[in-house]
C-alpha cells in the first residue's frame, strides 16, 4: 500500500521502466525536480516551517522596520507605553495648567505688627514743620516754623525738620537719632517695608530729616566750626514764653523760638554723622544724594575727632541739657564709626570704633543694667551688633578681629540681660521690663522697643549665619528665645497687658485719648489760641479733638498702671526717638514678607577686604 502524501500525490515512485522505456526522459526530468525541491525548504511559507521545525524551534520573534531603525514589537510597544505614562504624569498636568484661566491669589492679610507699623510711621508725618504739601496726609496739620533759624547765618534759615514729642522744639540729638533708627530698619528689612508698601514712604520720612540735618552745619565744607543743635525749646523753671510755658500748637506759634548754636560735641556731630551715612545706604540708587550725604557725613565726624572740641554738646547749655542731656561721646564714636565703615569702605573708620581706648571710655567692657539699655543717649549695646555684623558676615580678621569678637561676646551678654530668667532688670506683673532705671512713673516703653529691636535683630543675625544660639555663662540659648523675649514686649505694647490697653494711639479700640501733645489737644476751629490761652485745652480732661495716629505713649508705671492724663507727659507723651525704635522693631517682627534681614545692600558700600593684588611688573625691556 502506498503511504500518503499530505502535500498531494504518492511519496513511492515505481519503476516502470521495463515497461515504459520511453518515460526515462521524464523521469530524470522528475527526480531533478525532487532533489531540488528537498534542499530549498526556505521557499516554504512560515505556516509550512512551523510544521516541520515542531515545539523545539520556538516562535520567531516579530519585528518592525521603522526606516532607519528595525526594531521589536515588544520593545516597540513598551517604549510606546512608557512615553504614554510619562506624558499622563508630567504633560497633561502641564497642558492643563496653562489652559486653566489664571486666578491670582489673594495677598495674605497684614499680621499685627504690619497694622501696627503703618500706623506709626504716621506719626512722623504728625511731626513735621516746615512747608507742608497736601501729601502729608494728616488733615489738622498744616505748614509751621516757617521763620525758624531767621536768628541764624544759615541761608533760607533752618525750616523742616521734625518736632521732637508734644511741645514744639526742634532737638537734632533725637532727630538725628531717629533717622539713624529708620534708616537701619530700612537696610534690613525693605523687603518687609515693600510687601506692605511703605517703602517709598519711609524713605520720604527719612529725607525729610536728612535734609534738615544737612541745614544746620555747612555741609559744602570739609571742615566746620559750629552746628545749630536746635530750634526753640525752654530752660528748667523758664518763666518767659518758651515751649513749655506756652500752650500753642505749631501753626499759631507767635514766640521768639532761639536757636541753639554748638561749637563742641562729639556726641552731637557723631550722631549726626550716623544719621547722614546710614541715610547714604538707603539713598544708594540716587547717587549724588548719596554722596552728598556721605560728605556731610565725613565732615561731622572730622569736627568731632577735633581734639579741641571734645566736650559734651550740652555741657553749659541749660536749653540743651533741659530736654536732651548727654552723658559721654565715646558710644557715638563707635556709632559713627561703624556707620561710615559701611557707607564708605574706609578702614580706617572700623580702625577707630575697634580701638581699644574707644569701648574701654564708652564703658563697653562693663556690662551692667544701665550700659544695656539703647536710647538716644546710649549708642552703646546698638553700636556693638552693628559692628558683630562685620565679624559675623565679613570676618574681616586681622587686626579686627580680636575687638570685633569681643563686640560679639558683649552683645551676647547685652542679649543674656533681656531675658527674664536672669533677672537683671526688673519686670512688671504685667510682663513688661522696666528698663527706666525703676522710676515708679512712666516713660519706659521708648528703652523696651529699641530693646526689642535689637533682640530681634541679633536673632536675625545669628540665622542669617546659620548658628542656632549663644552662650549666656555656662547655659545656652537658642535664638528663638531672643525673639520670644521681642514678640512679647510688642505684644505688651499693643495691648497684650493688664490694662488691656493699646500704647499706640489709633491702634485697637482701647488706646489713649488725652495725649499730651500741643497740636492734637488743640482744635481746628479757626480760632486763635495765644500762648496762656492755649492751656484750656491741655486742662481739658476730654480726649483730644484731633487722633494723632501713630504715636506711642510713654506707657504705664512699674505696676502697670496708666494714667490717661494729658497733664502727665510721664504717661501720655510721645517722642520722636521712641517712635523711631518702635518702627523698628515692628519692622523686624512683621512676618507679611517672611523671615530673615537683607544681608547684602548695607555691605554695598565696602569693597572686599583681605590684602591687595601685588602691582603688574614693569614692562619688559630689551
Not at 182 to 190: A, F, K, N, R, T
Not at 204 to 227: A, E, V
Request: charged share 20%; glycine share 10%.
Amino acid at each position: 500500500m502506498q503511504g500518503g502524501n499530505h502535500w498531494g500525490g504518492p511519496l513511492e515512485v515505481i519503476d516502470n521502466d521495463h515497461n515504459n522505456g520511453d518515460r526515462g526522459e521524464d523521469w530524470d526530468r522528475d527526480r531533478a525536480a525532487l532533489q531540488s525541491q528537498s534542499f530549498n525548504q526556505n521557499e516554504l511559507d512560515e505556516t509550512q516551517r512551523s510544521w516541520l521545525l515542531g515545539p523545539a524551534e520556538g516562535k520567531k520573534k516579530k519585528y518592525v522596520d521603522l526606516g532607519c531603525v528595525i526594531v521589536s514589537k515588544k520593545a516597540l510597544k513598551w517604549s510606546l507605553f512608557s512615553i504614554l505614562i510619562v506624558f499622563c504624569v508630567i504633560g497633561l498636568p502641564i497642558i492643563v495648567a496653562k489652559t486653566r484661566p489664571k486666578h491670582h491669589a489673594r495677598p495674605l492679610p497684614p499680621d499685627r505688627y504690619s497694622d501696627a507699623l503703618h500706623k506709626a510711621l504716621l506719626f512722623f508725618n504728625a511731626q513735621k514743620s516746615g512747608k507742608l504739601g497736601k501729601s502729608n496726609n494728616i488733615t489738622w496739620r498744616g505748614s509751621s516754623g516757617l521763620n525758624d533759624g531767621n536768628d541764624t547765618l544759615a541761608k533760607g534759615g533752618l525750616v523742616g525738620g521734625y518736632y521732637d514729642s508734644g511741645e514744639n522744639s526742634k532737638s537734632n540729638f533725637p532727630m538725628a537719632y531717629s533717622m539713624t533708627m529708620l534708616s537701619w530698619s530700612l537696610v534690613e528689612y525693605s523687603h518687609k517695608y515693600k510687601a506692605i508698601n511703605e517703602y517709598d514712604h519711609v524713605r520720604d520720612l527719612i529725607k525729610w530729616g536728612t535734609d534738615y540735618l544737612l541745614l544746620t552745619f555747612n555741609s559744602s565744607s570739609t571742615k566746620i566750626t559750629q552746628i545749630y543743635s536746635q530750634v526753640g525749646g525752654s530752660q528748667n523753671g523758664s518763666q518767659i514764653p518758651d515751649d513749655s510755658t506756652c500752650w500753642q500748637k505749631p501753626e499759631q506759634m507767635g514766640y521768639n523760638r532761639p536757636t541753639q548754636t554748638t561749637f563742641q560735641g562729639p556726641d552731637l556731630a557723631g550722631e549726626m554723622s550716623a544719621a547722614l551715612s546710614a541715610a547714604s545706604i538707603v539713598f544708594r540708587d540716587d547717587a549724588a544724594y548719596s554722596a552728598k550725604l556721605i560728605k556731610g557725613a565725613e565732615t561731622l565726624f572730622a569736627f568731632a575727632r577735633d581734639s579741641g572740641r571734645r566736650a559734651r554738646y550740652s555741657r553749659d547749655n541749660a536749653f540743651l541739657a533741659a530736654a536732651y542731656n548727654s552723658t559721654g561721646y565715646y558710644d557715638e564714636y563707635m556709632w559713627a564709626g561703624a556707620w561710615l565703615f559701611y557707607a564708605t569702605g574706609n578702614t580706617s573708620y572700623i580702625n577707630l570704633a575697634t580701638l581699644q581706648g574707644i569701648p574701654r571710655n564708652a564703658k563697653a567692657f562693663n556690662v551692667t543694667a544701665e550700659t544695656s539699655v539703647p536710647s538716644w543717649n546710649n549708642k552703646l549695646p546698638a553700636a556693638m551688633v552693628l559692628l558683630t555684623r562685620v565679624r559675623m558676615m565679613l570676618n574681616p580678621g586681622y587686626p579686627y578681629e580680636e575687638m570685633l569678637s569681643t563686640y560679639q561676646t558683649l552683645t551676647a551678654l547685652n542679649m543674656c540681660s533681656y531675658l527674664k530668667q536672669f533677672r537683671v532688670y526688673n519686670w512688671t506683673r504685667g510682663g513688661m521690663m522696666i528698663m527706666n532705671k525703676g522710676q515708679q512713673q512712666g516713660q519706659n516703653l521708648q528703652y523696651v522697643a529699641n530693646a526689642a529691636f535689637l533682640a530681634s535683630l541679633f536673632a536675625d543675625y545669628l540665622n542669617s549665619t546659620g548658628v542656632p544660639g549663644f552662650n549666656c555663662g555656662p547655659n545656652y540659648i537658642p535664638s528663638a528665645l531672643l525673639r520670644t523675649f521681642a514678640t512679647s514686649q510688642m505684644d505688651y505694647i499693643l495691648g497684650k497687658n493688664p490694662m488691656n490697653m493699646s500704647y499706640i494711639v489709633g491702634y485697637g479700640t482701647k488706646f489713649p485719648r488725652r495725649v499730651h501733645h500741643r497740636g492734637a489737644s488743640i482744635p481746628s476751629d479757626n480760632k486763635y489760641y495765644s500762648c496762656k490761652g492755649g492751656f484750656k485745652w491741655r486742662d481739658n480732661p476730654g480726649p483730644n479733638p484731633h487722633t494723632i495716629v501713630g504715636a506711642m505713649v510713654g506707657g504705664p508705671d512699674r505696676f502697670d498702671k496708666f494714667h490717661d492724663v494729658r497733664t502727665n507727659p510721664n504717661y501720655t507723651e510721645p517722642t520722636l526717638a521712641g517712635n523711631a525704635g518702635l518702627v523698628a522693631a515692628l519692622a523686624s517682627l512683621t512676618t507679611s514678607a517672611g523671615f530673615g534681614i537683607d544681608k547684602n545692600t548695607i555691605f554695598s558700600g565696602i569693597p572686599p577686604l583681605g590684602p591687595k593684588a601685588p602691582p603688574p611688573p614693569l614692562p619688559w625691556k630689551p
